[in-house]
């Protein structure tokens, strides 16, 4: 017998005084029996919630290697990324073009529809990886079930379904959460096809895994210890068949899409192995036990500390979920580019194989079955830990001031943008999706920083006709604005105080507790070109 159940706050038994208990029985019953439907449920409505209010972008990447691609490639401005329309690019930026590749389908699609606004198409959007996402959940909790039944299972599915970044993550568009379902599928569809060696099912396993790797570049870490475990089990056509499946569909999306755009296969993929061997220092630098406290920290004390214990103790009996997994934390670990999302990957497999190794572990262990009221208290602690954060991040509009600004001129006749980002060396990217306009021979950003001051800028626009003239500037950031803003005014007199942008609640807890978040308040000025320089 398991000395604890999924859910603690849940009894064994109904109160009998309790009003409506028939139907409090039959809810117990069907989360005894049938739990995997309660769990899908729960997973759906908390994706949905993030759906809806969770606006914005988390990170960099799930927005302007994604979103803002999708949307340029829509109105014929390629940018840095594809040599067409008379762009100057001439070499691959190192990026898979698989998965912006779909949104700028779908993008046209909407389009196509008439669907135009920014804020509506993100909503269907996040709504597709809403459902996209419950993927997870589902195979999450059909691999543990396998495993180790369905008690252990309701433990994992919950995890993944509402432990408290899953809903806000899933409705991103970060390659590294996206890749995920392609991970587990192909683990579950070998796991289930069990001694029976049926080939077809090793070369669809290996078929959706490629899609994995032409999401994430380095999933194929996932696929070598998938082909690793295969190879181990002396399973010789298997290991052929998956392979061979990988190969065909990285071949045709990689290969194929490369040659045609680039002239040489897998040409981006070269590049990302290029930059990154080359450029190891050049972002965020940790040591290797980054990543360990990482999980331990945002499982949350102390279930993330028993999922490792978990993690370790099974790897030999669920191999085939343990060297996949555990090569790409390895790896990361030893790579000196350290940022959070990178490990995403990792945390589905870490949840469910520490469920299993954990499980299994206090079934036999003399201390917790004398000390279950301790054990019970510690998923107590940990369920009501996770409650506030879930409620709160679900719904966490991210990236606010920066969005909501790029909206706000969206309803506005901007001839040229100014940005003032002077207390940085570089500025912080204006989201022009949410603007609805993108940089061009016609149209563009002048941007003053602490290398490149007012009076350079004002030379910039000097010879500028009136309609070419910028007549909105932005202004990131709070910290010494007033100079900023007398600074600019003497050499653009007309600056006028149009509009205050502030961020949302978390942005304003995160940037508190980590300034180098640069989630800040946003000021809209409007400019007027000189009238010498009127035509």
């Given at each position: 017998?398991?000395?604890?159940?999924?859910?603690?706050?849940?009894?064994?038994?109904?109160?009998l005084?309790?009003?409506?208990?028939?139907?409090?029985?039959?809810?117990?019953?069907?989360?005894?029996?049938?739990?995997?439907?309660?769990?899908?449920?729960?997973?759906?409505?908390?994706?949905?919630?993030?759906?809806?209010?969770?606006?914005?972008?988390?990170?960099?990447?799930?927005?302007?290697l994604?979103i803002?691609?999708?949307?340029?490639?829509?109105?014929?401005?390629y940018?840095?990324?594809l040599?067409?329309?008379?762009?100057?690019?001439?070499?691959?930026?190192?990026?898979?073009?698989?998965?912006?590749?779909?949104?700028?389908?779908?993008?046209?699609?909407?389009?196509?529809?008439?669907?135009?606004?920014?804020?509506?198409?993100?909503?269907?959007?996040?709504?597709?990886?809403?459902?996209?996402?419950?993927?997870?959940?589902?195979?999450?909790?059909?691999?543990?079930?396998?495993?180790?039944?369905?008690?252990?299972?309701?433990?994992?599915?919950?995890?993944?379904?509402?432990?408290?970044?899953?809903?806000?993550?899933?409705?991103?568009?970060?390659?590294?959460?996206?890749?995920?379902?392609?991970?587990?599928?192909?683990?579950?569809?070998?796991?289930?096809?069990?001694?029976?060696?049926?080939?077809?099912?090793?070369?669809?396993?290996?078929?959706?895994?490629?899609?994995?790797?032409?999401?994430?570049?380095?999933?194929?870490?996932?696929?070598?210890?998938?082909?690793?475990?295969?190879?181990?089990?002396?399973?010789?056509?298997?290991?052929?068949?998956?392979?061979?499946g990988?190969?065909?569909?990285i071949?045709?999306?990689?290969?194929?899409?490369?040659?045609?755009?680039?002239?040489?296969?897998?040409?981006?993929?070269?590049?990302?192995?290029?930059?990154?061997?080359t450029?190891?220092?050049?972002?965020?630098?940790?040591?290797?036990?980054?990543?360990?406290l990482?999980?331990?920290?945002?499982?949350?004390?102390?279930?993330?500390?028993?999922?490792?214990?978990?993690?370790?103790?099974?790897?030999?009996?669920?191999?085939?979920?343990f060297?996949?997994?555990?090569?790409?934390?390895?790896?990361?670990?030893?790579?000196?580019?350290?940022?959070?999302?990178?490990?995403?990957?990792?945390?589905?497999?870490?949840?469910?194989?520490?469920?299993?190794?954990?499980?299994?572990?206090?079934?036999?262990?003399?201390?917790?079955?004398?000390?279950?009221?301790?054990?019970?208290?510690?998923?107590?602690?940990?369920?009501?830990?996770?409650?506030?954060p879930?409620?709160?991040?679900?719904?966490?509009?991210?990236?606010?001031n920066?969005?909501?600004?790029?909206?706000?001129?969206?309803?506005?006749?901007?001839?040229?943008?100014?940005?003032?980002d002077?207390?940085?060396?570089?500025?912080?990217?204006?989201?022009?999706?949410?603007?609805?306009?993108?940089?061009?021979?016609?149209?563009?950003?002048?941007?003053?920083?602490?290398?490149?001051?007012?009076?350079?800028?004002?030379?910039?626009?000097?010879?500028?006709?009136?309609?070419?003239?910028?007549?909105?500037?932005?202004?990131?950031?709070?910290?010494?604005?007033?100079?900023?803003?007398?600074?600019?005014?003497?050499?653009?007199?007309?600056?006028?105080?149009?509009?205050t942008?502030?961020?949302?609640?978390?942005?304003?807890?995160?940037?508190?507790?980590?300034?180098?978040?640069?989630?800040?308040?946003?000021?809209i000025?409007?400019?007027?070109?000189?009238?010498?320089?009127?035509?």
């Amino acid at each position: 017998m398991y000395c604890i159940v999924s859910l603690p706050i849940i009894s064994s038994k109904p109160p009998l005084n309790e009003p409506n208990n028939q139907m409090v029985a039959s809810f117990r019953k069907i989360w005894d029996e049938k739990p995997l439907g309660i769990i899908l449920i729960l997973a759906f409505f908390f994706r949905c919630l993030a759906a809806v209010f969770s606006k914005g972008f988390g990170m960099h990447d799930d927005h302007f290697l994604v979103i803002e691609i999708a949307q340029a490639w829509v109105d014929k401005c390629y940018g840095n990324w594809l040599p067409f329309n008379g762009s100057t690019i001439t070499s691959p930026s190192g990026h898979s073009l698989f998965y912006p590749g779909l949104h700028y389908l779908f993008f046209r699609l909407l389009e196509h529809w008439n669907i135009l606004d920014p804020q509506v198409k993100m909503y269907y959007v996040r709504f597709i990886h809403a459902i996209f996402s419950l993927l997870v959940v589902y195979y999450g909790y059909k691999i543990t079930e396998f495993y180790s039944g369905l008690k252990v299972a309701r433990t994992a599915g919950l995890l993944l379904a509402i432990l408290w970044f899953m809903p806000m993550l899933s409705v991103r568009n970060l390659v590294e959460v996206v890749c995920v379902p392609f991970l587990l599928l192909p683990v579950w569809m070998i796991i289930k096809n069990g001694s029976q060696h049926k080939i077809w099912i090793y070369l669809l396993a290996g078929l959706l895994a490629g899609i994995a790797f032409s999401i994430r570049f380095q999933s194929s870490l996932f696929l070598a210890g998938i082909g690793l475990v295969l190879l181990f089990e002396k399973k010789w056509i298997p290991t052929v068949s998956f392979g061979l499946g990988c190969a065909l569909t990285i071949g045709l999306i990689q290969g194929v899409t490369d040659w045609l755009i680039w002239k040489q296969p897998f040409a981006e993929f070269m590049e990302y192995v290029h930059f990154n061997a080359t450029h190891p220092n050049d972002f965020v630098t940790h040591g290797w036990e980054t990543y360990p406290l990482l999980v331990s920290s945002i499982v949350l004390p102390p279930i993330g500390i028993f999922l490792w214990f978990g993690y370790f103790r099974n790897w030999k009996k669920q191999f085939i979920l343990f060297l996949p997994s555990f090569l790409f934390f390895v790896f990361h670990s030893s790579f000196p580019n350290k940022q959070e999302r990178f490990i995403f990957p990792f945390i589905p497999f870490f949840i469910i194989l520490g469920s299993i190794g954990w499980y299994e572990f206090i079934k036999h262990s003399a201390y917790w079955n004398k000390n279950k009221k301790l054990l019970r208290n510690c998923w107590i602690f940990f369920w009501a830990l996770n409650t506030l954060p879930l409620l709160v991040i679900s719904v966490a509009y991210s990236k606010r001031n920066r969005v909501e600004a790029m909206t706000y001129l969206s309803h506005k006749h901007v001839q040229q943008l100014l940005i003032d980002d002077s207390n940085n060396e570089s500025i912080i990217m204006p989201p022009l999706f949410y603007m609805r306009k993108f940089q061009s021979n016609a149209w563009g950003i002048f941007q003053i920083t602490k290398v490149h001051k007012p009076e350079a800028v004002s030379q910039e626009v000097a010879n500028l006709t009136e309609d070419k003239y910028p007549n909105y500037a932005i202004f990131w950031g709070a910290e010494n604005i007033q100079a900023r803003v007398d600074s600019l005014k003497k050499y653009f007199p007309s600056l006028s105080y149009e509009a205050t942008i502030e961020p949302g609640l978390v942005d304003k807890i995160v940037h508190y507790l980590n300034p180098v978040n640069d989630n800040q308040t946003t000021y809209i000025y409007t400019l007027h070109a000189p009238k010498k320089q009127k035509q």
